[in-house]
């Protein structure tokens, strides 16, 4: 009959009636009910320290600046498991993230050379910050080829720490010294596998593979020349540290008994704990390691850690570490909301907002009025030491350059042939400088406008 | 007028009007989303990997033409090339015969007619669905140096711990024995290609007075010839495109083709200068050589069929 409402007419009246009534819902679930402009951050913090932390600041800037400001941050959870290969594929798409946080320096300049960053120099001011803020290393990491590539959050570096269950005097003051007390406490049991070591240089001496972020500086290694901006692979004054390896692996009986050591312990982030777990009397670990230790493992070590630069022979400068770790924010080139993504970033490496990251973790902290708060040397007593350290300059970049991932890799190698016994110092620096080379060239036949190697 | 229309023009009027009525476009309408998913997805990529593989290029900017300088660094400059198609060779020349050899065992006794048959069919093709990171973590808990459940059951031999995945001399024996764990698809298809086989053919050998050795010699390996065939072809394809164990097994917080990379495989290599060192260009050229090793190694299996393999 006319104006009655039949079956399907309701059906249909109400499924359009439900629609229109989600679009406001389906749009909320994207960003906040009150917010203008969503910025997208992408972030590795899925670890039981950096977590809840990323999520704490993310909510403070939320619920503070970002209401005021009309910003919302949608914070997205990138694995750190080749996280590198994840950012480059998500910044080079068309529906690239606004900011990025990276826990690792390594690919940044690659990236910034090839286009995928942009430059932050035109942000400083609003961001409130310049250039006599930073610790000096700290203002070189970021400050590349004459422009800003990014803003550190932290950054890491290591001293020597010691097993005081194993060895109960002073620290060794030099390499002389370490190798005396290592050949002590380097024991083998009855079927002659090794069951504790002094310390495995190659194993134990940062993040970089090899150990070459530590040892290389101690003695006296230089691998790029950051003035000129070239680099330096194969000299005399490199190889050092790879002759010193090779005494550690006669001491052992050969590189795969330390190895065999090795695989026994369990590992965290990727890397062997050894030294964690009592194996070993000393080890290069980073300020970051006490909390850590804490967080990761059960077991009770009762370590030790003091601002003793070692000595190496014939070594004039007293360095200690390369800084090869750092948690960096980067803007990616095709980020749609940069000045939102200015203003979250300047809420990040505010002087309470890194104070509350170092707090729970330990890390150094690039900015002088955050690293100098006394609430960090309150909760965390051996970053006295460190700072020491940063104030004697013990600390050096890594090489600046958009082929140190290939450099990084190849020097991997490099300790592995020196160690294994394939190939002499020389002959294994010599491969190196080859393919850092061959990258170069392939570099500068496409970026003209990047003028270090 | 169609009377005084030119022969030709009236013969390709009606040759229209006669595809008009044929099912042809309808055909096509169905068929056209495989042809644009084709032509999309797996045509415009390989044509522009063939471009891609003569040009610098790093995704974010244009590509830049540089001729055959990428294959010119290949082989004349890069080491690490050399060794990973070095590598990759020697785990494909090992490998493939390895597993389609145990698959041929295992599939001829899982065609016996035994109890708990099914149970045992299900066992051996379970591993190969256990995803490949899961089972690379596993084996390398299992492969540890020191405690690890290979080196206990080999300590029982009195065979002293071996470090699989630290020694360069063992990691591609490492790699190698990983890959045997994932017979379970070639045994399937061994087994299907032995049931297919006539028992007539068994029973006049018996006959005749062959024993097992020979009926296996004669009736089985000649008649399953063609499967062999297949499982041979699709075994080198996979392996000379094996990625996800040694990466897993390997690049866990350290140098994916192991120490010395004595375990660098080609794809990962390609992986690593494609994806880490952002050379798109230089890794198109590489994926380019690997096809065409594929290819040449898969026209060589061919040819030898036509000798070797029996069709009924």
């Given at each position: 009959m006319q104006g009655m409402i039949n079956r399907r007419g309701f059906l249909k009246t109400a499924a359009a009636g439900a629609a229109v009534a989600s679009l406001p819902a389906g749009t909320a679930l994207a960003s906040s009910p009150r917010a203008t402009t969503t910025v997208e951050f992408w972030n590795p913090s899925g670890d039981a320290l950096g977590g809840p932390l990323i999520k704490k600041l993310v909510a403070q800037f939320n619920n503070g600046i970002g209401k005021r400001e009309g910003i919302y941050i949608d914070s997205r959870f990138v694995s750190t498991a080749n996280n590198s290969i994840k950012y480059t594929t998500g910044m080079?798409?068309?529906?690239?993230?606004?900011?990025?946080?990276?826990?690792?320096?390594?690919?940044?300049l690659q990236w910034a050379a090839n286009g995928f960053l942009q430059p932050m120099d035109a942000y400083l001011q609003q961001l409130g910050l310049k250039e006599s803020d930073f610790y000096p290393v700290a203002w070189d990491m970021i400050h590349v080829n004459g422009r800003i590539w990014g803003l550190l959050q932290e950054f890491d570096a290591d001293l020597l720490f010691w097993n005081t269950d194993i060895h109960k005097g002073p620290p060794p003051r030099s390499i002389d010294e370490l190798d005396h007390l290592a050949a002590k406490y380097t024991k083998f049991d009855s079927s002659g596998r090794l069951v504790q070591a002094g310390i495995v240089p190659w194993a134990q001496g940062g993040f970089l593979g090899g150990g070459y972020g530590d040892?290389?500086?101690?003695?006296?290694?230089?691998?790029?020349?950051?003035?000129?901006?070239?680099?330096?692979?194969?000299?005399?004054?490199?190889?050092?540290?790879?002759?010193?390896?090779?005494?550690?692996?006669?001491?052992?009986?050969?590189?795969?008994?330390?190895?065999?050591?090795?695989?026994?312990?369990?590992?965290?982030?990727?890397?062997?704990?050894?030294?964690?777990?009592?194996?070993?009397?000393?080890?290069?670990?980073?300020?970051?390691?006490?909390?850590?230790?804490?967080?990761?493992?059960?077991?009770?070590?009762?370590?030790?850690?003091?601002?003793?630069?070692?000595?190496?022979?014939?070594?004039s400068t007293r360095k200690m570490s390369m800084i090869a770790g750092a948690n960096l924010f980067l803007l990616p080139a095709r980020a749609k909301n940069v000045n939102a993504a200015i203003t979250f970033a300047k809420h990040m490496v505010s002087v309470d907002s890194l104070v509350t990251w170092a707090l729970p973790i330990g890390q150094f902290?690039?900015?002088?009025?955050?690293?100098?708060?006394?609430?960090?040397?309150?909760?965390?007593?051996?970053?006295?030491?460190?700072?020491?350290?940063?104030?004697?300059?013990?600390?050096?970049?890594?090489?600046?350059?958009?082929?140190?991932?290939?450099?990084?890799?190849?020097?991997?190698?490099?300790?592995?042939?020196?160690?294994?016994?394939?190939?002499?110092?020389?002959q294994a620096l010599d491969g190196v400088a080859q393919k850092v080379a061959t990258a170069v060239s392939q570099f500068k036949a496409t970026h003209p406008n990047w003028s270090r190697e | 007028m169609i009377g005084t229309m030119p022969r030709s023009a009236?013969?390709?009027?009606?040759?229209?009007?006669r595809l008009r009525r044929s099912e042809f476009p309808v055909a096509l309408l169905f068929i056209s989303p495989w042809i644009v998913g084709f032509l999309w997805f797996q045509l415009y990529p390989i044509v522009g990997s063939i471009y891609y593989s003569f040009t610098s290029y790093n995704i974010m900017q244009p590509p830049v033409f540089i001729?055959?300088?990428?294959?010119?660094?290949?082989?004349?400059?890069?080491?690490?090339?050399?060794?990973?198609?070095?590598?990759?060779?020697?785990?494909?020349?090992?490998?493939?015969?390895?597993?389609?050899?145990?698959?041929?065992?295992?599939?001829?006794?899982l065609n016996q007619n035994i109890p708990g048959r099914a149970i045992?069919?299900?066992?051996?093709?379970?591993?190969?669905?256990?995803?490949?990171?899961?089972?690379?973590?596993?084996?390398?808990?299992?492969?540890?140096?020191?405690?690890?459940?290979?080196?206990?059951?080999?300590?029982?031999?009195?065979?002293?711990?071996i470090a699989w995945l630290s020694d360069p001399n063992w990691t591609m024996p490492a790699l190698i024995l990983v890959g045997t764990w994932t017979v379970g698809p070639t045994v399937v298809i061994f087994l299907a290609g032995l049931q297919d086989v006539p028992r007539v053919l068994y029973e006049a050998a018996q006959i005749d007075g062959a024993g097992p050795f020979h009926l296996v010699r004669h009736?089985?390996?000649?008649?399953i010839s063609p499967v062999i065939l297949f499982n041979l072809v699709i075994g080198v394809i996979n392996a000379l495109q094996a990625f996800t164990l040694p990466y897993v097994l390997f690049g866990n917080g350290g140098n994916p083709g192991g120490p010395l990379n004595s375990a660098l495989l080609y794809s990962v290599q390609l992986f690593q200068v494609g994806f880490k060192q952002f050379q798109m260009g230089y890794a198109a050229a590489m994926a380019w050589i690997l096809f065409v090793i594929i290819f040449v190694l898969s026209l060589i299996s061919m040819r030898l069929s036509l000798r070797l393999v029996h069709y009924e």
């Open positions: 080079t798409s068309s529906n690239s993230p606004d900011l990025i946080m990276t826990y690792g320096y390594n690919t940044v040892w290389g500086p101690i003695w006296g290694a230089s691998f790029y020349d950051e003035e000129k901006g070239k680099w330096t692979i194969n000299t005399p004054q490199n190889r050092r540290f790879l002759e010193w390896y090779l005494k550690y692996v006669k001491m052992f009986g050969g590189r795969a008994k330390a190895d065999a050591l090795i695989s026994a312990t369990p590992k965290t982030y990727g890397y062997a704990d050894i030294f964690n777990y009592g194996k070993t009397a000393f080890s290069m670990e980073g300020e970051w390691f006490p909390l850590e230790l804490t967080a990761t493992t059960s077991k009770k070590l009762h370590w030790a850690v003091s601002s003793t630069l070692l000595s190496a022979p014939g070594v902290l690039p900015l002088k009025k955050a690293e100098t708060d006394p609430r960090i040397l309150k909760a965390q007593p051996w970053m006295k030491y460190f700072n020491e350290a940063l104030d004697k300059q013990a600390f050096v970049t890594q090489p600046l350059s958009p082929q140190f991932p290939v450099f990084d890799q190849a020097m991997g190698q490099a300790v592995d042939e020196v160690t294994y016994m394939k190939k002499t110092p020389s | 009236a013969s390709r009027g009606s040759a229209w009007q001729g055959l300088s990428n294959f010119q660094i290949l082989f004349g400059q890069d080491p690490l090339f050399r060794q990973a198609l070095t590598n990759t060779l020697i785990f494909t020349a090992v490998s493939v015969p390895l597993n389609l050899t145990i698959a041929f065992i295992f599939a001829l006794l045992f069919r299900t066992c051996f093709y379970f591993p190969s669905i256990v995803p490949s990171v899961a089972m690379g973590t596993l084996w390398i808990m299992l492969l540890r140096t020191r405690g690890g459940l290979v080196n206990v059951f080999l300590g029982f031999f009195g065979i002293h711990e009736v089985t390996l000649p008649m």
